[in-house]
């Protein structure tokens, strides 16, 4: 006989196993890429009906918690939790204020987490860290956009960290970049090469003070250059009125 699943503050029988499904990953350690049990296995596991659980799946990877690789099972999400675009940047019309903002909530977290970075990054974090340093010098060199691989760089120096929490802010981190190479239009590279460059070397000499400085340096070159697009757009606006 299945299991009573109702609930008495009015949540479907779907959200109620689709909250199953996620008690089921965190106790059973299932990570990044790793595959659940086939459908027959988590309905018998779950006791429910095969059309409850596959609504619950989609929720859930509505949700980005999993991933449905037909021909082959469910999937924990590689990006677990993560969404493309978590604060709805997109509908955001002013972009120029936006990377103005965003570059500002980065200098808030990121001079820091460099500066941890330092202090607990291996011999291995390091060589991880030149290459991803690297990938973005090489995109530069290319005349490509670089916007990816500088996001990586920054993701990587924050999973260094060790902070748990900073990492899952990759989303914003990526919009925030994205939207400044954008905007900037291949401006500013030689000194992204070379500011990267610092900030490598200070997290590989263990050097906090140097990393948190490099860092400030790198996103405060960033905010200078989008100010002065904020200011041209507002002497545009006025017909250079003050």
């Known amino acids: 006989m299945k299991e009573n699943l109702t609930e008495p503050d009015g949540r479907s029988l779907s959200e109620i196993v689709a909250d199953r499904l996620i008690k089921h990953i965190v106790e059973e350690g299932l990570e990044q890429g790793d595959r659940l049990p086939n459908e027959k296995d988590l309905c018998d596991l779950l006791q429910v009906g095969r059309s409850t659980l ?3 799946v989609r929720m859930l990877s509505s949700r980005n918690i999993l991933t449905v690789r037909h021909g082959s099972g469910i999937y924990v ?24 903002d965003l570059v500002d909530f980065r200098m808030m977290i990121e001079p ?14 390091v060589e991880d860290l030149r290459r991803a340093e690297l990938e973005v010098e090489n995109k530069i060199k290319a005349h490509e956009s670089h916007s990816r691989e500088d996001s990586i760089f920054h993701g990587l120096i924050a999973k260094i960290s060790g902070n748990i929490i900073v990492p899952k802010l990759e989303p914003i981190l990526f919009n925030a970049i994205d939207l400044f190479v954008t905007l900037s239009k291949s401006h500013l590279v030689e000194e992204t090469i070379e500011e990267h460059r610092a900030i490598v070397e200070a997290i590989a000499h263990r050097d906090s003070v140097k990393a948190y400085d490099e860092m400030i340096l790198h996103l405060v070159n960033n905010r200078r250059y989008i100010s002065s697009l904020l200011e041209d757009q507002r002497i545009e606006q006025t017909g250079g009125e003050y």
Request: proline share 2%; with cysteine.
């Open 54 to 56: 596959r609504e619950a």
């Open 77 to 100: 999400s590689e990006q677990l939790g993560l969404s493309d675009d978590p604060l709805g940047f997109i509908f955001v019309k002013d972009k120029v204020k936006l990377v103005c």
């Open 112 to 125: 820091r987490v460099a500066a941890m970075a330092a202090l607990r990054a291996t011999n291995s974090d």
